[in-house]
Each structure stands twice: as C-alpha cells, then as structure tokens.
C-alpha cells in the first residue's frame, strides 16, 4: 500500500511576486501551483494508492473563487485518477465564526467521488486498491470544540492550552486504542508537536497554539504519524515515523534553506501492526528559490561596488532575493541602490535593500508601497527591513494571524 502524504499547500500566497501578464494572477499562486501539479503528477504516475493532505490548503480563511478552483482542480485530478483523497481541515482551513463551513466543506456537499473530508477528531475506514486503511484524524484544535466559554472564564492561556492538550490526548489514546489490528492505521494531525523544530532550531512553542506531546501520538499500533502546520519538513521518530511533510512552496525568507516536497510510504498489510511501514522516502519538489545575499563593507570601501560584486558570485536567476548591506555608517550615503537593483534584474522578485548601518539603525522601504497591502504582509516588510531575526518575527506574525482572526471573529458578534 502506497501513501503519499503532503500538506501545507497555502494558495493564496501572493507576497515576493507581480502579475503576470498572460494571466493576469500572480507570479506567487503559479509558484505554488506548479509544485502542486508535480505532486498530482507523480501520484497519478505510480499509481499511489491514497493522496493524504495534513491541512491548510489555502492561506486565507475566506479563499477566493480562483484559489477554490485551482485547487478542487488538482483535488478532480486525483479523484478522477481512481485515487482516494484524504483531506484535513488545517488551521488556515476554518472560518472565524465557527457556525460556518470550510473551506474544504465544498467536497462533501457535491459528493466529490474518493475524497473524504475530516473536520472532527474521528477515525475513517478509507478503501484503497490495496485495501482498506484505518485514519484517525485530528484536524486544527479549536478551543471552543474542547471547552465550553464558562470554563475558560479566568484561565491564562496557558492554562486554557494545558487543559486542552489533557482532553485532546485523552480522546486520542481513546482512538488509538480502538482500532482494528487486521488492518494498517495512520495518525494525521494538523498540530504542533512538542519535539517540532523551524529552519532556524529553535523549538516551534508558540505560546498560543496547543502543544501536543510526540509520545501521545507516537504509539502502537500506528504505522505512520502524518503531520501538518509546521513547514519544515521532518522526521521526529522512526517507531512509528512521525514525520512532518512540510510545505509544497517557500513561503518567506524564514524558509530560504528549507527543501520542499512531499513523503511516500509503502505498507504491508500483511505484517504486525506498528511494524508495516517497510519504505519511506521524502521527494522534493521544484520550489521558488529564496536567496539572501549578505554584503559587507568596510569604512575604505565603495558599498555599490562591493554589492555589485557580491551580486555576481550569486545565482540570482528567477530566485527572490534580499540583499542585506552592513556597513559603516560614514559611506552609507554612498550606496547606489539603482544600481544595485538592476545587477538584479534576472531574479523573480528582489525585496528593500536592508542597510543595517553601523552604530545607526535606519529602517528603508525603498520604492515598496504599503497602499493595498494586508496587515500581515505589512507587518512581515516591516520586519524584514528593520532585520528582525528569523524566528522572532515567524512568532511575532503566527501571533498577529491570531490577534487578527480573533478581532475578525469578534466582530462577528
């Protein structure tokens, strides 16, 4: 039996890109279109025997018509392939009123043949040509899915997170403990695992999220731990894999080093269970290059011509690139940066040159304007330019996506 597991597909991504001119959509959403097309095609070219998505298939809670059709299109692809699909609701997959659909609801109400749609902690039966697969599935935790409003009057969010994390590992071992032994099971969850790692190390403890515990879900009788939410594909453990798939595209600068694809595992449903797995391999995609170009210079140095120089031992080609100039604050008046910026024209998109000036910290847009821009693209320039460490502003826009939604879904009452 062959799995492909994949997750994090984010359409709707749009930022580093411009309009393409034949289309008239952005640069960015063919970016990741054409990595998910790669997926499609080799899962429809090996015969894969289920195509399993760990969550968020869209980068807005609310996707417009177009996302929604790129993606029910490669999602058609797959079902019409005789491939079972095996969608889980993510985080960026549920409205901010939780009386309303997601947005992957459209594929139960048309009854879109060999796809399953999972909003709930429950387990599926899924039948694949290789027979059948046992799924438990938990989708994003909603706090208001766990515990009622009156329990959590006067709770810290800490508080609120540990008693959620109890009841969810609770009903977990629940699940696991009731599955069938004839038949191979997977784990998937969109969550944030305790042991989950970003590019940079450090350990992805957001403070807001719920953590679960790796040894809550790396248990017999599973044969595999499907993961989504954190983009950095991983292994975490090999008795079962727990393995976050990571993210199909690079999504910011956060990312530049990270390789993106998907995972496929082969079972034997004929061995013990726990001990089925019998390959596992990570496929990589062709993903948008992200590239940073560090520039130093020296008080007796020209900064243009050491940027220039810099510039060309880089492959710039269809990469997005950032240039980052840290120098002495006497010849930052002589930094060119139209020169330095057509040195880039060969790249894809080239964000505000960062001038991270000595004994002076100046903040420059360059020719960037805000007008139309959302308040998380906003803000993720601003930290850019103002040369934010990577990982503090990953937690400083994981929570403004939080203080947003929840405004949102307070001013829906």
């Known amino acids: 039996m062959r799995i492909l597991h994949f997750s994090d597909v984010h359409i709707g991504v749009e930022t580093y890109g411009h309009t393409d001119p034949a289309t008239g959509l952005s640069t960015r959403l063919g970016d990741f279109l054409h ?20 969550g968020d298939a869209y980068k807005s809670r609310d996707p417009s018509q177009t996302h929604q059709r790129e993606f029910a299109r490669r999602i058609a692809r797959l079902s019409h392939a005789g491939i079972p699909v095996f969608l ?49 599935a938990l989708p ?49 969850a969109h969550a944030t695992l305790n042991t989950a790692r970003a590019g940079s190390e450090q350990s992805m403890l957001l403070g807001r ?52 694809g998907f995972c496929v595992i082969e079972l034997d449903p004929s061995a013990p269970p726990g001990r089925r797995l019998v390959d596992f391999s990570f496929r990589p995609v062709d993903a948008r290059r992200f590239l940073t170009i560090e520039v130093r210079v020296r008080a007796d140095e020209d900064p243009t011509q050491v940027a220039l120089r810099a510039i060309e031992r880089s492959d710039v080609a269809d990469a997005i690139v950032r240039v980052r100039v840290t120098m002495p604050q006497e010849v930052e008046a002589q930094l060119r940066e139209s020169e330095v910026r057509g040195a880039l024209s060969s790249a ?12 002076e910290r100046r903040t420059r847009l360059g020719t960037t304007t805000v007008e139309g821009m959302s ?33 949102s879904e307070r001013a829906q009452h």
């Open 209 to 260: 999220d719920p953590v679960l515990m790796q040894s809550a879900v790396a248990r017999a009788p599973l044969d595999y731990v499907a993961l989504g939410h954190v983009h950095r594909h991983q292994v975490l453990a090999q008795d079962p894999h727990v393995v976050y798939a990571g993210s199909l595209q690079r999504v910011d600068f956060g990312e530049e080093n990270d390789e993106k």
């Open 140 to 188: 994003w935790i909603r706090r208001s899915a766990y515990l009622a409003r009156e329990e959590t009057r006067g709770l810290s969010i800490d508080d609120i997170n540990g008693q959620i994390q109890e009841r969810v590992t609770n009903l977990v071992s629940h699940h696991i403990s009731a599955l069938d032994p004839s038949m191979p099971a997977v784990f998937t």
């Open 348 to 359: 894809h998109f080239v964000t505000p040159i960062v001038r991270d000036v000595q004994r």
């Open 375 to 407: 308040p998380q693209e906003a803000l993720r320039l601003y930290l850019e330019t103002t040369n934010v460490p990577e990982e503090r502003a990953r937690t400083l826009m994981e929570m403004a996506e939080q203080l947003i939604s929840e405004e």
């Open 88 to 136: 889980l609701v993510g985080n960026h997959d549920v409205p901010n009123v939780a009386t309303r659909a997601t947005a992957l609801d459209i594929f139960p109400t048309l009854a879109v043949p060999n796809v399953i749609t999972a909003d709930r902690l429950e387990t599926h039966v899924v039948h694949t040509r290789s027979g059948p697969l046992q799924i438990i």
């Open 35 to 54: 990595t998910f097309d790669q997926l499609v095609d080799f899962a429809i070219d090996t015969s894969v025997d289920l195509a399993l998505f760990s």
